[in-house]
């Protein structure tokens, strides 16, 4: 059994072995790029940690576990373009570094590697293993429809938002671990326990994101604090803190919402004392303990013993920044 970061560095090194010999060579370079940019590989690493759990070989799985990682980054190249982004981990997005019509080319074109990398299994496991790709890629789809329409949305609800981060986020995670395990000719019990352990997780991991934009440390966070509360993104922070305030607390978050002009450390520092004044923190951690404590459960009626679970549960708990 390999642990997460023996794994890690399999995905890196083969990620970066894949060839791109077909032309134009202009069309495949900012899918090159894209997937050179790093990252933490979540998804490849759930997949490959979820059939190491019934098999010693994960290797054998690689080109589908790069194939989830390349439609992952197919859907940040095409936010970064909806959402106008800059940068993206700290380098030029595609519609910056090339044009808008670029990044929708390479985009598209992304999307079907991905499906032509993880297309290569066994025949026997193929039907199980697009029916769940496709199904979870317009899940996705979905969930990134609904996150879009909830900018011009004051009224979004905190059963609203779940079910979009749980489209948008958590799905992947899901699939990921799923496709693991289905790979590894587990039991259709346990490859949906597999699912639902990481639907779990992801909805904890999305709301700990949501955590740390307001609370977390920069420098361990890796990017500036604040982005949330400036651009007005409907978190599960904000959303409680709207539905939840007393007038007063909803006069002034309401002010700064609709702001136009604004000192951004002047707001940031308000709307943080108001989630403080309203108890938003505290409710979201909650909330993050709560899919964490599902997701264990879902983990625990995987029918391995304790020995084989523990990459991955350790893989989880360093995700999470907690113990098991």
Same mark, same amino acid.
């Given at each position: 059994?390999?642990?997460s970061?023996?794994?890690?560095?399999?995905?890196?090194?083969?990620?970066?072995?894949?060839?791109?010999?077909?032309?134009?060579?202009?069309?495949?370079?900012?899918?090159?790029?894209?997937?050179?940019?790093?990252?933490?590989?979540?998804?490849?690493?759930?997949?490959?940690?979820?059939?190491?759990?019934?098999?010693?070989?994960?290797?054998?799985i690689?080109?589908?576990?790069?194939?989830?990682?390349?439609?992952?980054?197919?859907?940040?190249?095409?936010?970064?373009?909806?959402?106008?982004?800059?940068l993206?981990?700290?380098?030029?997005?595609?519609?910056?570094?090339?044009?808008?019509?670029k990044?929708?080319?390479?985009?598209?074109?992304?999307?079907?590697?991905?499906?032509?990398?993880?297309?290569?299994? @066994?025949?026997?496991?193929?039907?199980?293993?697009?029916?769940?790709?496709?199904?979870?890629?317009?899940?996705?789809g979905?969930?990134?429809?609904?996150?879009?329409?909830?900018?011009?949305?004051n009224?979004?609800?905190?059963?609203?938002?779940?079910?979009?981060?749980?489209?948008?986020?958590?799905?992947?995670?899901?699939?990921?671990?799923?496709?693991?395990?289905?790979?590894? @000719?587990?039991?259709?019990?346990?490859?949906?326990?597999?699912?639902?352990?990481?639907?779990?997780?992801?909805?904890a991991?999305?709301?700990?994101?949501d955590?740390?934009?307001v609370?977390?440390?920069?420098?361990?966070?890796g990017?500036?604090?604040?982005?949330?509360?400036?651009?007005?993104?409907?978190?599960?922070?904000?959303?409680?803190?709207?539905?939840?305030?007393?007038?007063?607390?909803?006069?002034?978050?309401?002010?700064?919402?609709?702001?136009?002009?604004?000192?951004?450390?002047e707001?940031?520092?308000?709307?943080?004392?108001?989630?403080?004044?309203?108890?938003?923190?505290?409710?979201?951690?909650e909330?993050?303990?709560?899919?964490f404590?599902e997701?264990?459960?879902?983990?625990?009626?995987?029918?391995?013993?304790?020995?084989?679970?523990?990459?991955?549960?350790?893989?989880?708990?360093e995700?999470?920044?907690?113990?098991?």
């Open positions: 059994m390999y642990n970061d023996e794994i890690l560095k399999r995905v890196n090194d083969a990620l970066e072995a894949l060839p791109y010999d077909r032309q134009p060579q202009s069309l495949y370079e900012p899918i090159r790029y894209v997937l050179s940019l790093g990252g933490k590989r979540i998804r490849p690493v759930l997949m490959l940690l979820g059939y190491n759990l019934f098999k010693d070989d994960p290797e054998r690689m080109m589908q576990a790069l194939g989830i990682e390349t439609y992952h980054n197919y859907t940040l190249l095409h936010d970064d373009l909806m959402d106008n982004a800059d993206r981990r700290g380098n030029q997005t595609v519609h910056k570094r090339w044009d808008a019509n990044a929708i080319l390479s985009g598209d074109s992304m999307l079907v590697l991905a499906y032509q990398r993880v297309a290569q299994c @066994d025949s026997k496991h193929l039907p199980a293993v697009l029916g769940l790709f496709t199904e979870t890629a317009l899940e996705i979905e969930g990134q429809e609904y996150d879009m329409s909830f900018e011009t949305r009224d979004v609800t905190e059963e609203e938002y779940i079910e979009m981060i749980r489209l948008k986020t958590s799905v992947l995670l899901a699939c990921a671990l799923k496709m693991g395990a289905i790979l590894a @000719d587990a039991s259709d019990a346990d490859a949906e326990n597999l699912y639902r352990f990481g639907e779990q997780i992801g909805l991991f999305q709301l700990q994101d955590l740390l934009d609370y977390g440390d920069p420098k361990v966070f990017k500036a604090i604040g982005g949330d509360i400036t651009s007005n993104k409907k978190t599960y922070m904000l959303i409680n803190a709207v539905n939840r305030a007393n007038a007063a607390q909803r006069e002034e978050l309401m002010r700064w919402i609709e702001a136009k002009d604004f000192d951004r450390q707001k940031i520092n308000a709307v943080t004392r108001l989630y403080d004044e309203i108890g938003i923190r505290q409710l979201c951690e909330k993050i303990n709560y899919y404590e997701g264990k459960k879902y983990l625990e009626k995987v029918e391995l013993p304790a020995g084989r679970k523990q990459y991955l549960q350790a893989y989880v708990n995700m999470m920044h907690r113990e098991f």
